[in-house]
């Protein structure tokens, strides 16, 4: 096991866009690969009704989730595991989620184009996968003034 990206917090305002490119529903089960503070799962579940997954390798990590989860009232709808990323089975997901780093989410690629059901949306901030052509990417600059570039496939 080993660390694929420090922990980077998302903006508020780019988890509601993360959330918006893949069109998560009180139907999705959305995956967080590399959860940090959980706030992706824990807004799909607070805005959407989305169930949700977010593992990371740092028990902190996985403890502060809980915890804002709690706070949040939504942990009947999520659940927060440590866990090497490369060892999730992403099979039910039908959203996935990676901030990670350009050659992990490489890594991560394989993984996602055997394991995930047609039809899944797998929304990376800020890298793009090997040769798999996304079906959307949106560029826009944060409330921070960040330049922020959000990759969408749509698993076949």
Same mark, same amino acid.
């Given at each position: 096991?080993?660390?694929? @990206?420090?922990?980077? %917090?998302?903006?508020?305002?780019?988890? #509601?866009?993360?959330?918006?490119?893949?069109?998560?529903?009180?139907?999705?089960?959305? !995956?967080?690969?590399?959860?940090?503070?959980?706030?992706?799962?824990?807004? @799909? @579940?607070?805005?959407?009704?989305?169930?949700?997954?977010?593992?990371?390798?740092? %028990?902190?990590?996985? =403890?502060? &989730?809980? @915890? *804002?989860? +709690? $706070?949040?009232?939504?942990?009947?709808?999520?659940?927060? *595991?440590? $866990? #090497?990323? /490369?060892?999730?089975?992403? &099979?039910?997901?039908?959203?996935?989620?990676? !901030?990670?780093?350009?050659?992990?989410?490489? *890594?991560?690629?394989?993984?996602?184009?055997?394991?995930? +059901? %047609?039809?899944? +949306?797998?929304? &990376?901030? &800020?890298?793009?996968?090997?040769?798999?052509?996304?079906? *959307?990417? =949106?560029?826009?600059?944060?409330?921070?003034?960040? $330049?922020?570039?959000? !990759? /969408?496939?749509?698993?076949?």
């Amino acid at each position: 096991m080993y660390i694929l @990206a420090p922990f980077v %917090p998302t903006p508020p305002d780019v988890v #509601d866009r993360v959330l918006s490119l893949a069109e998560v529903t009180s139907l999705d089960l959305v !995956y967080d690969a590399g959860c940090g503070d959980g706030r992706i799962v824990i807004a @799909a @579940a607070r805005r959407c009704g989305a169930r949700g997954l977010g593992v990371d390798i740092e %028990p902190h990590w996985i =403890d502060e &989730s809980r @915890a *804002k989860a +709690r $706070q949040a009232e939504v942990e009947h709808l999520v659940i927060f *595991k440590v $866990q #090497d990323v /490369l060892t999730l089975d992403f &099979s039910p997901a039908t959203v996935v989620f990676l !901030y990670l780093v350009e050659w992990s989410t490489r *890594k991560v690629e394989p993984l996602l184009k055997s394991m995930v +059901r %047609p039809g899944t +949306r797998i929304v &990376s901030l &800020s890298f793009c996968m090997g040769n798999w052509e996304p079906a *959307k990417v =949106d560029r826009f600059v944060d409330a921070n003034s960040a $330049q922020r570039t959000l !990759y /969408l496939w749509i698993a076949d």
